[in-house]
């Protein structure tokens, strides 16, 4: 087995790629969840409806499926992506589902009497939402959140079948050419290793200043 | 000589425990540990059967040393009965399951043979009719009830109790103390940290009262209750006794 | 890649093509169900696998002492951290390296199942550790050895407590079963593939359909831990405070609080 320097800094070419589907993914996953979970709660019965399609869809079916969906289905219906917007999508669309259903513990946790209250207050119901229920619902969800996002750093790696050049893509590339796989992926898990140690590391930190310990157990897997 | 405690220490960090208590028990005695919160009566139950390792001091059941490195400590736990205040019943099985137990797997008897031993032990606590409840099924008195039956399938030479009726809603402490009589009254050796003063004077030998991790008096329940030497076990007693004592026999 | 540059087939009417493209789909449905049938294999092998040494891995952690301990966690970190594409490309290339043939199959239940294995060691970790300590107080109290109480007291109640994770647990790896097609596993998705990179109209629909086996799949896994859980039902045996709700059994991790929060990460 022998392992070559340069690797490394072609691997890292990756790395941005990697970050940013991640993070984009992530934030599209925070707000299109929030609207199911919104939904799903509080939404009458065609909407409600609409958005437990959606979440057991999402969540039943694999991601992989879902990405060549995305990417080879959709032209069927007329709509040709890039193999970027692709991969953030189907990791955005996917992600959302599980907020969703983190949000709607956080929601139903706070919702019995912090919304006697509001209303007895004479809140209306999107006042008594936005000022009582959600600033607490967003802080038992931060957890969450974090956790969703390391997730999503790992299985960003999919979007190599689509010949994105991610941290995945780039080990692909590089083993092809040396027909050294084994000792080329080794050296990838080391970086998705070392990475994921540095992002959960900064999330518990963030964490710490920010939230509060509560409901809303994450789920690790897709 | 049944049970011999010598000079056992026991600290916390810098919190100090037990400081050095020695005392004996001869086969058929009950005695009654009594003393205010926190002054080591449980820890010193847990030192005898080893279940939390003493600092110092020797313990002896009949000719063998509990304390002794090279003991078979699980041998000599299976002769010595643990009550404990929580119960501890295993929630994954029935009462009859939980009274079984021991014999079979510790004991290695035959299903059968520890599956009518354990009917036996039951129907001597008076809940034969319980058999195939699981702990979560049955009241706090009960399944202390059950747990006492489960320390006798073991014939044990002597059963410690550890506050067994602190856990419990007042109506049913009355049901446990009964069958603890009646285990004194039929020669059982019994070492009991308890509150219930209605008890040590119905079938205690002897009343050790215990303060700061020391004994600091020891003697028959006639002569502490009305004729203590210390001004301390008197006065611990009359509170005791105000609290706990006459309602419960 | 195939799909998005061939736009020209697709650009016929929905309505027409609906019931046409169902129709065209028909002839591959045979071989769809038998490639899915592999990933039921895979599934099967790499629980299996992942049960063994996540309990393995869980019982070293709580009763193995330091090093063995260490080495526990150690191996549960790694296989957590590492993304399942990776390990599948170390597990496939790797044993050819030192001279071991390894078909697609055990490497995709090796990778997967070593996978599994860390995240069921949670699982079953954080149940015996709920488990209250006067439980094995009062075995070692009796009498019993460490490992009596261990596998009569501690292990019967661990193992109920732990079929909730185990749901959850199922219901993901059935998915990831279809991570083995980046190895060129002939499992479905792989199969699906090949359908539509020779009728590239047909893509939507071959990965519906596949996406319904799965959906169909993972409410039969669902459906059978519910039974399982029903089968081993102890009254008074769960997890402290949180009752299994309808709702749970479906959104899975909702009823778990603070303590499954804590050891999922």
Redesign the interface.
């Known amino acids: ?1 022998t392992f070559e320097w340069e690797w490394i800094p072609k691997l890292a070419q990756g790395l941005p790629l990697t970050l940013q589907i991640t993070f984009t993914c992530v934030a599209i996953g925070i707000v299109l969840g929030l609207l199911l979970a919104l939904g799903r709660v509080y939404g009458h019965r065609i909407l409600r409806g609409i958005c437990i399609v959606y979440i ?2 999402f969540r ?7 990405l ?2 995305v ?8 709509i ?4 970027l917007q692709s991969g953030i999508l189907a990791l955005g669309l996917n992600t959302a589902a599980y907020q969703a ?2 949000f ?2 956080a929601i139903q946790a706070v919702r019995g009497g912090q919304m006697l209250a509001a209303r007895s207050l004479g809140m209306s119901l999107p006042q008594a939402i936005r000022f009582a229920i959600l600033p607490q619902a967003l802080r038992l969800v931060l ?2 959140w974090s ?1 969703e996002f390391i997730l999503m750093l ?2 960003s ?2 979007v ?4 994105l050049l991610d941290l ?1 893509g780039q ?1 692909k590339r590089i ?1 092809s050419r040396n027909a050294k ?3 080329v ?2 050296v ?2 080391v970086f ?2 070392v990475l ?2 540095i992002v ?1 590391t900064l999330l518990r930190l963030l964490e710490k200043r920010v939230s509060i ?10 | 000589m049944l049970l011999r405690v010598e000079d056992i220490h026991k600290q916390y960090g810098k919190d100090k425990v037990l400081c050095g208590v020695s005392f004996g028990m001869k086969k058929g005695e009950t005695k009654v540990i009594i003393g205010p919160s926190g002054t080591g009566k449980s820890t010193l139950l847990r030192c005898i059967n080893r279940l939390t390792p003493a600092d110092q001091g020797r313990v002896w059941l009949e000719e063998e040393e509990i304390t002794h490195t090279r003991a078979s400590i699980n041998k000599i736990r299976a002769q010595i009965g643990f009550v404990f205040q929580s119960f501890n019943l295993f929630a994954h099985l029935t009462a009859l399951g939980n009274v079984r137990i021991g014999p079979l797997k510790v004991k290695g008897m035959k299903k059968d043979a520890a599956t009518k031993l354990a009917m036996e032990e039951l129907e001597r606590v008076g809940l034969s009719d319980k058999a195939d409840a699981y702990p979560a099924e049955l009241s706090g008195g009960q399944q202390q009830r059950v747990s006492i039956a489960r320390a006798l399938a073991m014939f044990p030479k002597l059963i410690l109790f550890d506050e067994p009726t602190s856990a419990l809603d007042p109506e049913l402490i009355g049901e446990v103390l009964e069958v603890m009589v009646s285990l004194a009254k039929e020669g059982m050796t019994m070492l009991v940290v308890t509150h219930e003063m209605g008890f040590a004077r119905a079938v205690a030998d002897e009343i050790i009262f215990m303060e700061n991790g020391v004994i600091v008096e020891q003697g028959e329940p006639k002569q502490m209750f009305t004729n203590a030497v210390h001004a301390r076990t008197g006065e611990f007693l009359n509170k005791i006794s105000e609290l706990y004592g006459e309602t419960s026999e | 890649m195939a799909g998005s540059s061939l736009a020209v087939p697709s650009q016929l009417s929905e309505q027409e093509t609906l019931i046409q493209n169902i129709a065209r789909l028909a002839p591959f449905i045979p071989s769809l169900l038998r490639a899915s049938l592999i990933n039921i294999q895979l599934l099967i092998g790499l629980i299996a696998l992942g049960y063994v040494f996540g309990t393995l891995t869980a019982l070293l952690q709580v009763y193995g002492g330091k090093i063995l301990g260490t080495v526990a966690r150690i191996y549960e970190w790694i296989f957590r951290s590492v993304p399942a594409l990776v390990l599948l490309f170390l597990f496939y290339y790797g044993p050819p390296r030192f001279g071991i043939g390894i078909s697609g199959f055990a490497a995709a239940m090796f990778a997967l199942g070593f996978r599994s294995s860390a995240y069921q060691s949670q699982i079953f970790r954080g149940a015996i550790q709920s488990i209250p300590s006067g439980q094995m107080l009062a075995a070692r109290s009796m009498g019993m050895s460490r490992i009596q109480a261990i596998f009569s007291i501690i292990l019967p109640q661990a193992f109920r407590l732990s079929i909730p994770g185990w749901t959850n647990e199922f219901s993901s790896v059935i998915k990831d079963t279809t991570l083995a097609y980046a190895v060129g596993f002939n499992e479905v998705l792989r199969t699906a593939r090949i359908v539509y990179d020779t009728h590239y109209d047909l893509a939507m629909s071959v990965l519906i359909f596949v996406a319904l086996i799965f959906m169909v799949l993972t409410l039969a896994g669902n459906a059978l831990m519910g039974g399982v859980e029903r089968r081993f039902r102890i009254p008074g045996l769960q997890v402290p405070g949180h009752e299994k709700t309808r709702q749970s059994s479906r959104t899975s991790s909702d009823s778990w609080g603070l303590r499954l929060r804590n050891f999922w990460r």
Not at chain 1, 60 to 66: C, D, F, K, R, S
Not at chain 1, 160 to 163: E, K, L, N, S
Not at chain 1, 213 to 222: D, F, K, N, Q, T
């Open positions: 087995m057991q869809f039943g079916t694999p991601l992989l499926v879902q060549f969906l990417y080879n289905g959709l032209p069927n219906l007329g040709t992506l890039t193999a259903e983190y709607r513990g957890p969450s956790n790992k299985y790696s999919i190599f079948t689509v010949t995945m080990g083993a796989t084994f000792e992926f080794l990838v898990a998705y290793l994921v140690l959960s310990p509560g409901l809303g157990a994450p789920s690790e897997h897709r």
